[in-house]
């Protein structure tokens, strides 16, 4: 998900840093970005979007933007009866779709595909106003679930075909892999990314085979919507694709209680939560869970191109990303000349809340977000960090803006050291040897997503193998890995399990099945042969076929 970066940062020059102080679109105040009015929220039109909801409860809840604190709409809330009746009907469903052809299935997301790009100022302008992101994140969302869509659809064969293996007798014993799917596929998604979040990890699991029940988090359930509403629009049947909405600790744990395999995106300590259940039914699951990503600055790295790209790492929808940079790593030669970069095209970036595509970043999402990021800085602040920019709560943007930060000075006894913010606050470290670095970089329990900076890309590849992480980008902050679909995404150590995207994107959602048949004689010795003579014979065969180079 590459953001553009701003013209003005194009012409800053190096000699002469300072840049506007107070490069803000107007948010909640501005005519021209008001809220009311909005197709996106008039009543039969939330009404159209949630009538794709499997909720029968009778109970409802209010859905407000953090754009400006108005509410978007009124969603109704499923029971647990919802989440029985939804995997009844998803199963019925599944076992139709499983027989349906690879191409039927890719002739259909190749429909969704169109639908997405079709209707993408609905998706961006949806996305804005439930997470209060810049329009052009919301575009990467859109942007990036196409890509998906259209990936599957023409990879699927290659995934998903039956392949053949050698048998233990050559010419007599034939193996055949067979990918089935798993059944009904739970999706637990998060606020931060409300479309592509809501609806990536399903389209491989749908061209799989399976059907997929979903709960997109509370806070953007409109978004998520949108995307259902596509779904049913494309051609798929309305049963594959199941919505249910609620409080994660009910209907979240009813689907883990139900489904066939759990595909969840969201804190660490959840994930735990997840995973233990997902171990008490013996299901599998994929977890995409927190991360402190570290970014690198090497002594021979190009200064404007990792001090622009240091910015898009790290404030990219406001910080709040699970592969978005944290801690910046930059080598002692070139530290001083890379901050005042790195400061400066902070301080330029055009700050706003609401649709305009000029806004360089948004405002975070709630209230807890808003909390976690202030306690962070104040704490550091208390204990003899600085703040060389931002740090301030910014409620004449949005009511949850807090300003894009960068702290030097941080130390392990602070919170921020090695606990996530999820939000624009970065810390700035000095490093003397290359060694340290990527020591100070494997620092702590996360291993999700690296950058290192530097001119020799050789060199830099290298260097990632000894970063314990499941992405690392060079010359890069996340967009080169996220971007790339055949390239799987995922976190070593606590910072996750399993793998989004590529082979293994598609292949979690299936079963490896050996089918083998046997021709001729079966794998026994026959009637005029001893046990013993028999043994001798399979031993003699084997030191031929091995001396012959037979690998298997």
Same mark, same amino acid.
């Given at each position: 998900?590459?953001?553009?970066?701003?013209?003005?940062?194009?012409?800053?020059?190096?000699?002469?840093?300072?840049?506007?102080?107070?490069?803000?679109?107007?948010?909640?105040?501005?005519?021209?970005?008001?809220?009311?009015?909005?197709?996106?929220?008039?009543?039969?039109?939330?009404?159209?979007?949630? +009538?794709?909801?499997?909720?029968?409860?009778?109970?409802?809840?209010?859905?407000?933007?953090?754009?400006?604190?108005?509410?978007?709409? $009124?969603?109704?809330?499923?029971?647990?009866?919802?989440?029985?009746?939804?995997?009844?009907?998803?199963?019925?469903?599944?076992?139709? !779709?499983?027989?349906?052809?690879?191409?039927?299935?890719?002739?259909?997301?190749?429909?969704?595909?169109?639908?997405?790009?079709?209707?993408?100022?609905?998706?961006?302008?949806?996305? @804005?106003?439930?997470?209060?992101?810049?329009?052009?994140?919301?575009?990467?969302?859109?942007?990036?679930?196409?890509?998906?869509?259209?990936?599957?659809?023409?990879?699927?064969?290659?995934?998903?075909?039956?392949?053949?293996?050698?048998?233990?007798?050559?010419?007599?014993?034939?193996?055949?892999?067979?990918?089935?799917?798993?059944?009904?596929?739970?999706?637990?998604?998060?606020?931060?990314?409300?479309?592509?979040?809501?609806?990536?990890?399903?389209?491989?699991?749908?061209?799989?085979?399976?059907? @997929? @029940?979903?709960?997109?988090d509370s806070q953007t359930m409109l978004t998520s919507l949108v995307g259902v509403r596509l779904l049913r629009e494309a051609g798929f049947p309305e049963d594959l694709w199941i919505a249910v909405a609620g409080p994660g600790s009910k209907i979240g744990t009813a689907i883990i209680g139900r489904a066939d395999y759990i595909c969840f995106t969201g804190s660490t300590a959840t994930g735990k939560r997840v995973a233990a259940g997902c171990a008490e039914r013996l299901i599998n699951c994929s977890l995409e869970l927190g991360g402190k990503n570290p970014?690198?600055?090497?002594?021979?790295?190009?200064?404007?191109?990792? +001090?622009?790209?240091?910015?898009? *790492?790290?404030?990219?929808?406001?910080?709040?990303?699970?592969?978005?940079?944290?801690?910046?790593?930059?080598?002692?030669?070139?530290?001083?000349?890379?901050?005042?970069?790195?400061?400066?095209?902070?301080?330029?970036?055009?700050?706003?809340?609401?649709?305009?595509? +000029?806004?360089?970043?948004?405002?975070?999402?709630?209230?807890?977000?808003?909390?976690?990021?202030?306690?962070?800085?104040?704490?550091? $602040?208390?204990?003899?960090?600085?703040?060389?920019?931002?740090?301030?709560?910014?409620?004449?943007?949005?009511?949850?803006?807090?300003?894009?930060?960068?702290?030097?000075?941080?130390?392990?006894?602070?919170?921020?050291?090695?606990?996530?913010?999820?939000?624009?606050?970065?810390?700035?470290?000095?490093?003397?040897?290359?060694?340290?670095?990527?020591?100070?970089?494997?620092?702590?329990?996360?291993?999700?997503?690296?950058?290192? !900076?530097?001119?020799?890309?050789?060199?830099?590849?290298?260097? *990632?193998?000894?970063?314990?992480?499941?992405?690392?980008?060079?010359?890069?902050?996340?967009?080169?890995?996220?971007?790339?679909?055949?390239?799987?995404?995922?976190?070593?150590?606590?910072?996750?399990?399993?793998?989004?995207?590529?082979?293994?994107?598609?292949?979690?959602?299936?079963?490896?099945?050996?089918?083998?048949?046997?021709?001729?004689?079966?794998?026994?010795?026959?009637?005029?042969?001893?046990?013993?003579? !028999?043994?001798?014979?399979?031993?003699?065969?084997?030191?031929?076929?091995?001396?012959?180079?037979?690998?298997?």
């Amino acid at each position: 998900m590459c953001d553009a970066v701003s013209p003005t940062l194009e012409y800053m020059s190096a000699r002469n840093p300072e840049p506007p102080k107070d490069r803000t679109v107007e948010g909640p105040h501005d005519p021209e970005h008001n809220i009311a009015g909005s197709y996106a929220l008039e009543p039969e039109y939330v009404a159209a979007l949630t +009538s794709h909801l499997l909720a029968t409860s009778g109970e409802v809840a209010q859905s407000v933007s953090p754009v400006n604190g108005q509410p978007l709409g $009124v969603i109704p809330q499923s029971s647990i009866d919802d989440v029985d009746t939804a995997f009844a009907r998803a199963r019925a469903a599944q076992a139709t !779709w499983a027989r349906t052809s690879i191409d039927e299935r890719a002739r259909i997301m190749m429909r969704f595909h169109d639908l997405v790009l079709k209707h993408a100022e609905e998706i961006m302008e949806m996305a @804005v106003w439930e997470s209060a992101k810049a329009r052009r994140d919301a575009y990467n969302e859109v942007y990036h679930v196409a890509l998906t869509a259209r990936y599957y659809a023409r990879t699927a064969h290659r995934h998903l075909d039956t392949t053949r293996r050698a048998g233990v007798l050559p010419g007599l014993t034939r193996i055949d892999l067979n990918r089935v799917p798993k059944g009904v596929v739970g999706i637990i998604s998060p606020w931060n990314y409300p479309f592509t979040m809501a609806m990536s990890d399903g389209l491989p699991a749908l061209m799989a085979g399976n059907a @997929v @029940v979903t709960k997109a988090d509370s806070q953007t359930m409109l978004t998520s919507l949108v995307g259902v509403r596509l779904l049913r629009e494309a051609g798929f049947p309305e049963d594959l694709w199941i919505a249910v909405a609620g409080p994660g600790s009910k209907i979240g744990t009813a689907i883990i209680g139900r489904a066939d395999y759990i595909c969840f995106t969201g804190s660490t300590a959840t994930g735990k939560r997840v995973a233990a259940g997902c171990a008490e039914r013996l299901i599998n699951c994929s977890l995409e869970l927190g991360g402190k990503n570290p970014l690198l600055v090497l002594e021979d790295a190009n200064i404007e191109r990792a +001090s622009e790209g240091a910015v898009r *790492a790290s404030y990219g929808n406001a910080g709040q990303l699970c592969v978005s940079t944290e801690r910046l790593f930059v080598a002692d030669a070139i530290y001083d000349r890379f901050v005042a970069r790195f400061v400066a095209r902070t301080e330029a970036m055009t700050l706003g809340a609401g649709q305009d595509w +000029s806004i360089d970043m948004g405002s975070l999402i709630s209230q807890d977000q808003l909390d976690t990021g202030l306690a962070h800085i104040e704490d550091a $602040v208390a204990k003899g960090a600085t703040v060389l920019t931002g740090g301030k709560h910014r409620p004449d943007i949005a009511p949850y803006f807090l300003e894009p930060t960068i702290l030097e000075g941080v130390t392990p006894e602070m919170d921020i050291y090695a606990n996530e913010t999820f939000g624009p606050v970065v810390s700035l470290y000095r490093f003397h040897e290359e060694t340290e670095a990527i020591a100070l970089a494997n620092e702590g329990c996360y291993g999700l997503n690296a950058s290192v !900076w530097t001119k020799d890309a050789k060199r830099g590849r290298a260097i *990632a193998r000894e970063i314990k992480a499941g992405t690392v980008n060079v010359n890069e902050g996340y967009a080169a890995t996220f971007g790339s679909l055949e390239a799987p995404m995922g976190g070593m150590r606590e910072s996750g399990l399993g793998r989004r995207q590529g082979a293994e994107g598609i292949h979690r959602y299936t079963e490896v099945q050996s089918v083998g048949t046997q021709r001729l004689h079966p794998l026994t010795q026959p009637w005029l042969l001893s046990n013993k003579q !028999w043994a001798g014979i399979t031993s003699l065969n084997e030191k031929l076929m091995t001396k012959a180079g037979r690998r298997a």
